[in-house]
C-alpha cells in the first residue's frame, strides 16, 4: 500500500524536483511543473510517452495541455496527498 510522504522524505526526495522545476501546489498536497515544448506535435508525443509510464505504474497524471505546453499536477488519490509514486512518475517525466 502507498503512504503519504513523511516530513523527512518531503525534505529529501522533494527538494531535487523542487530545484527543477516543479513546485508545491497552492491549494493542496500536489506538485505541479509546465512543460514547454517547441510544437503540439511535440507535447503531445511526450504525454504519450508519460501515459505509458502512468499506465505501467497506474499511477495517472491531472495534467492539460494548451498548443505546444503541458501542465502537469501530480498527487495520489489513495493517501489525499503526496507518495512516493508522485515523486516516481514525476522523475520519469523531467527525463523524457
Do not use: C, Q
Not at 514547454?36 to 505501467?56: C, I, N, P, Y
Not at 495534467?63 to 516516481?88: A, E, M, P, R
Amino acid at each position: 500500500m502507498t503512504e503519504k510522504l513523511s516530513d523527512t522524505a518531503r525534505k529529501t526526495i522533494l527538494e531535487p524536483l523542487l530545484t527543477n522545476g516543479w513546485s508545491l501546489a497552492p491549494d493542496r498536497d500536489a506538485i505541479t511543473k509546465t512543460f514547454e515544448f517547441d510544437s503540439f506535435v511535440d507535447a503531445f508525443g511526450w504525454m504519450t510517452r508519460a501515459a505509458f509510464w502512468a499506465e505501467k505504474w497506474n499511477h495517472h497524471p491531472e495534467w492539460s495541455n494548451v498548443y505546444n505546453s503541458v501542465t502537469v499536477t501530480l498527487t495520489t488519490h489513495d493517501v489525499d496527498g503526496l507518495s512516493s509514486l508522485d515523486v516516481k512518475l514525476a522523475r520519469k517525466m523531467d527525463s523524457l
